[in-house]
């Protein structure tokens, strides 16, 4: 039985049941769908309003999606027109989840519908508490800060992320745990108002007057768009932010620390080749996988049994083997070059060419020139009888450094310059010749020209990183990750200095963003997998224009850059890793990443293809809801997953201040006076 509190509130009554809605009849006698209740005024036929149906043990909630003045049955399709102030007045329903009576919090789904003819109650401002799941306190907790001192203060459960788009001025927000607790989208056409939710989501993080603050989070933005650095440049006292420029050179880098009060790190960005793995390399190189990767993982190899410099030195006097295996291959080179074709003044040039790269103790271009004696376009038939001992001398002392098939070392990450690797793969090509690949140079002519034109082309100086601008301790890519999370050493504890980091690559074509974002995201993930203890550091990496390099469908290179956003996406979780990606096509994003997503906040999106996505990963959502996607205004959008409790449409909370995304203000920059002042500048 229904309390009397219950019954003041009853509007109407359920008079239709079926497997995927429900209809309740208003009470007759009213013109309007308001009603006025003790509380306030509630409009229970707004669509996505609730209704709560009571049963014996708990309260049934009811989404509204449709409403209707009349029965379109057919007895009334051949009668009178109904007087509109006694017309019977339809909603249609559908049930989304349940919740105690008396206290408890709302659960998603439901087992049991509501029975015929039960009564259907308007929701108060206690009840939506409830179902949204909004009046959870902060939680008082003492924690120790570094120098073992206690601090109390106060760690949220949730944030607030806007308000409802259907209960006016009702807060939404959700729970901190389950959203950045797992993978987040954020989708929507251009203009949608993405950029400002992402910066929203964050400021309201960070902006909090209650201790603790969130210190201890680290945000990594991948900017295509070159839009963020203004919403985070007045971050509250305690939190600072890293901004790093993708430019072309250093000189375009000049002043970029201008204008950005709020970080504590501003700066070029820089990424060291030699931090790639293969697969990036090939990436970058744009390697086929049956002929070039080979001889390109050779090259790499190689760069790391040649080390160079001083390094060379430290492994001769260390490690044997590696002095063995640099000696076979240059011996198997010269060897080969010395029993060619080609004239005798083009293999002694040769030879020595490659000598004055690559060398050891004992074979070198001291220990080899004296046998390479060009008598009259002779090596050892000429008139002078020393020339052919010295020649015959120098091939048994070739040959006596030849193995049988012994196994070059595989790529080491050593530092090293790009145009060492120019030779490096010169000298790959003729190990390759010298075992009988005859062709190996036309098939990786391709990959050559390649790997000039990066070493030549000004977008990709950020990457050709000269090992001697870089101090030792800074070579290292545990060093480079922990600028970008924000983390110092300090003796043997690590200092928490930054939250927010900012890469701007709005410079940058589409190739060297899906470079950029694929290493970057790998050296973090591999950071945060060997960390000691795991998962006590997390990290968001968001990921703007995500289609661009997370794309179901693979690229048309021989590696895709998406595997590793693939396998943070499976796997972050344990380790800390997160993704938050925003795109304008859904459609055209990889579906193992969208299918490893906790949350969704997805605005317009108009597109039947990007609908068709929408619909395939979110099968619980009722199509009355999607449907609203195409109409929904600018800075609004619809939330979904574990963070809430219910699929709520909200107005996304102001971001103060706004990236630097505004739309075109055609009318303003086209209608103005004669001889205008512009603002673009030299």
């Known amino acids: 039985m229904m309390s009397s509190n219950d019954a003041s509130r009853a509007i109407g009554k359920i008079v239709s049941v079926s497997a995927d809605r429900l209809v309740v009849e208003l009470h007759r006698g009213s013109d309007n769908f308001t009603v006025v209740g003790f509380d306030d005024v509630h409009y229970v036929a707004t669509l996505g309003s609730c209704l709560i149906v009571p049963t014996q043990s708990e309260y049934v909630v009811l989404e509204v999606i449709g409403l209707r003045e009349k029965d379109l049955s057919t007895a009334y399709e051949t009668g009178p027109e109904m007087n509109k102030a006694t017309a019977a007045k339809f909603l249609d329903v559908v049930p989304v989840g349940s919740m105690p009576v008396q206290e408890g919090l709302f659960k998603f789904g439901v087992s049991t519908f509501p029975p015929l003819y039960a009564d259907a109650l308007y929701a108060r401002d206690e009840d939506l508490d409830r179902i949204f799941n909004v009046d959870q306190l902060a939680e008082d907790v003492t924690k120790a800060d570094a120098q073992g001192e206690e601090k109390r203060g106060t760690v ?43 910066a929203s989501i964050l400021q309201s993080v960070f902006i909090r007057a209650e201790e603790f603050k969130a210190i201890g989070a680290s945000f990594v933005i991948l900017d295509v768009n070159g839009e963020y650095r203004a919403a985070f440049e007045n971050m509250p006292w305690h939190i600072y932010a890293s901004y790093f420029k993708a430019t072309r050179t250093a000189a375009e880098a000049e002043g970029i620390e201008e204008g950005y009060l709020g970080a504590s790190l501003v700066e070029r960005f820089l990424l060291p080749h030699w931090f790639m793995t293969v697969d990036e390399w090939v990436l970058l190189l744009r390697a086929s996988e049956k002929t070039q990767q080979p001889v390109l993982k050779a090259a790499l190899g190689l760069t790391t049994l040649f ?99 012994p196994t070059l070392p595989a790529y080491g990450n050593v530092p090293f310059s790009f145009e060492y690797l120019q030779s490096a793969l010169d000298l790959a090509i003729l190990y390759e010749e010298s075992n009988g690949n005859k062709q190996i140079r036309e098939y990786c002519s391709q990959l050559v020209t390649r790997l000039k034109s ?97 794309s179901e469908r693979s690229s048309r290179f021989a590696i895709d850059a998406s595997v590793i956003f693939h396998r943070i996406a499976k796997e972050g979780r344990k380790y800390g890793a997160f993704l938050m990606v925003a795109s304008q096509r859904p459609s055209e994003l990889s579906k193992t990443v969208l299918s490893q997503c906790n949350n969704f906040i997805v605005h317009r999106i108009q597109n039947p293809d990007d609908l ?21 205004p600018k800075q609004h959008a619809l939330i979904f997953g574990s963070a809430v409790k219910i699929p709520t449409t909200f107005r996304v909370r102001d971001a103060c201040p706004k990236p630097n995304s505004d739309d075109t203000q055609i009318r303003d920059l086209w209608y103005i006076p004669e001889n205008p002042k512009l603002d673009w500048s030299l």
Request: aromatic fraction near 8%; proline fraction near 4%.
């Open 454 to 550: 990066v070493s030549d082309n000004p977008d990709f100086e950020f990457l050709r990183t000269p090992v001697g601008d870089i101090e030792q301790h800074c070579r290292e890519s545990g060093y480079f990750v922990d600028r970008l999370l924000g983390i110092e050493p300090s003796g043997k504890e690590y200092v928490k200095e930054r939250q927010i980091c900012i890469i701007d690559l709005n410079d940058a074509s589409d190739e060297i963003v899906e470079l950029v974002s694929a290493v970057v995201s790998r050296l973090i993930f591999d950071r945060l997998r060997y960390a000691i203890p795991r998962n006590r550091m997390p990290v968001h990496l968001v990921l703007e224009e995500a289609h661009r390099y997370i």
């Open 307 to 405: 080390c160079e410099g001083s390094r060379s030195k430290e492994i001769s006097e260390t490690n044997g083997s590696l002095i063995d295996l640099q000696n076979h291959v240059l011996a198997k080179i010269i060897l080969a070059i010395l029993h060619d074709d080609s004239s005798i003044p083009s293999k002694e040039g040769r030879v020595l060419a490659v000598l004055q790269v690559f060398s050891t103790l004992e074979i070198s271009r001291q220990t080899v020139k004296r046998g390479l004696y060009n008598d009259f376009g002779k090596f050892k038939d000429g008139d002078k009888i020393n020339s052919a001992v010295n020649y015959e001398a120098l091939l048994e002392l070739l040959n006596s450094h030849v193995q049988d098939e």
């Open 612 to 632: 068709s996505q929408i619909r395939q990963m979110t099968p619980f959502i009722s199509e009355t809801v999607l449907k609203r996607l195409p109409s929904l």
């Open 156 to 198: 949220p459960h949730v944030f607030e992320i806007g308000t409802s788009a259907v209960f006016k001025n009702y807060p939404v927000k959700a729970q901190l745990d389950a959203f950045f607790g797992g993978h987040v989208a954020v989708l929507g056409n251009t203009g949608s108002g993405k950029s400002c939710t992402v």
